[in-house]
């Protein structure tokens, strides 16, 4: 953020460029809160947050589906306010919903957006058919589009926005429906197509999604991003220690504390379900836990039990629900809430 603000990060010298983009919708909803943040070739960027965060209202406005409320951004050099066409014949997106025709092929859906893009008439064959092969559909090429299941419309989807190798790919939740089978082979398509010097901006729910494809991640929440960098400098960041994840019966449920609480005084109990108790370690001499933890199975005092770093997962949900906290309240003085009352009950009389 602050080398965009001093020009340092210019369109000139990065991919996407996004300075102080805001998006606020009729009735007041602030949807986007001056958002800064670059992007670059030969890269995967991870764009994280729960619903409602703003991240498809972000690459919404980059794509010029939507227009900015104030703020400027660059794709490829060019601006989205006023170079959207250039923006467009440089940038490949696959939407949250498929945007499919009912009553076209596989092939033909890659045909129409080929000539859209521009591809040589002479490569479109090829063009297409290594497309097909990348996701998987050469065996559905023929079929229209309506017969085809919810993960083939998704694949079909994200070869769309691959055609004429376009310099920057954005990908919004992708492979939401896919079996996991599928979702690794388009994982591949992606991990391929960033070795091409391809920019990629990927917004997922998948946190393993992030950790395989993204070389940086950013977090986003209430309209703000609050986190960036890679997978492992977030985890060093926010991380939050050791995860003891044991397994007990029921008759055993009472006593654990009394096991857990000599070894790992200061351990807190995450969650409790069906006998499976997960505590929370922030220090914790690890010798100890294992030789603790192995003499309480060897004994019968538990069933099973696991440790963990932190994941991913962990860093996400204490960054949005420090965000959410933060939110501000709105107060609305005592003189102002009886003029509203006040005003309601005059239009119901008046109904």
């Known amino acids: 953020h602050a080398l965009i603000q001093k020009?340092?990060?210019?369109?000139?010298?990065?991919?996407?460029?996004?300075?102080?983009?805001?998006?606020?919708?009729?009735?007041?909803?602030?949807?986007?809160?001056c958002m800064s943040l670059s992007f670059n070739n030969n890269e995967c960027f991870a764009l994280l947050g729960p619903n409602g965060a703003g991240k498809t209202t972000c690459v919404s406005m980059l794509t010029g589906l939507f227009s900015q409320t104030s703020g400027e951004a660059w794709v490829n050099g060019f601006s989205i306010k006023d170079q959207i066409d250039s923006v467009h014949e440089n940038m490949g997106f696959c939407p949250q919903f498929d945007v499919l025709w009912?009553?076209?092929t596989v092939r033909e859906h890659l045909a129409f957006y080929s000539r859209m893009k521009g591809v040589p008439v002479t490569q479109?064959?090829?063009?297409?058919?290594s497309i097909l092969n990348a996701v998987g559909l050469k065996s559905s090429a023929g079929t229209l589009s309506k017969f085809l299941s919810g993960g083939m419309r998704r694949r079909l989807s994200i070869g769309i926005s691959f055609v004429g190798n376009p310099g920057v790919v954005i990908l919004d939740e992708p492979t939401t429906g896919l079996d996991p089978s599928s979702k690794r082979q388009l994982w591949k398509?992606?991990?391929?197509?960033?070795?091409?010097?391809?920019?990629?901006?990927?917004?997922?729910?998948?946190?393993e999604e992030a950790e395989v494809l993204s070389d940086r991640i950013g977090i986003m929440a209430e309209g703000a991003l609050h986190v960036l960098g890679s997978?492992?400098?977030?985890?060093?960041?926010?991380?939050?220690?050791?995860?003891?994840?044991?397994?007990?019966?029921?008759t055993q449920e009472e006593s654990l504390d009394k096991l857990i609480t000599p070894i790992l005084p200061k351990a807190e109990i995450v969650s409790s379900?069906?006998?499976?108790?997960?505590?929370?370690?922030?220090?914790?001499?690890?010798?100890?836990?294992?030789?603790?933890?192995?003499?309480?199975?060897?004994?019968?005092?538990?069933?099973?039990?696991?440790?963990?770093?932190?994941?991913?997962?962990?860093?996400?949900?204490?960054?949005?629900?420090?965000?959410?906290?933060?939110?501000?309240?709105?107060?609305?003085?005592?003189?102002?809430?009886?003029?509203?009352?006040?005003?309601?009950?005059?239009?119901?009389v008046q109904s």
């Open 273 to 348: 379900f069906a006998g499976t108790i997960v505590y929370q370690l922030n220090t914790a001499k690890i010798s100890t836990v294992f030789s603790s933890m192995e003499q309480f199975k060897h004994d019968g005092l538990i069933v099973d039990w696991g440790m963990t770093q932190t994941t991913l997962e962990d860093v996400f949900i204490s960054i949005v629900t420090h965000a959410s906290s933060r939110k501000r309240k709105i107060y609305i003085p005592w003189y102002k809430m009886g003029f509203y009352i006040l005003k309601d009950l005059l239009s119901r």
């Open 102 to 104: 009912d009553y076209l």
């Open 231 to 250: 997978t492992l400098e977030l985890k060093n960041k926010y991380g939050t220690g050791y995860r003891l994840t044991v397994n007990v019966t029921p």
């Open 189 to 207: 398509v992606i991990y391929n197509a960033k070795r091409r010097g391809i920019c990629l901006v990927l917004i997922t729910h998948s946190m």
């Open 124 to 129: 479109e064959r090829e063009h297409i058919k």
């Open 7 to 33: 020009g340092q990060i210019t369109k000139d010298n990065s991919t996407i460029v996004i300075r102080n983009l805001r998006k606020v919708y009729k009735g007041g909803k602030v949807a986007l809160k």
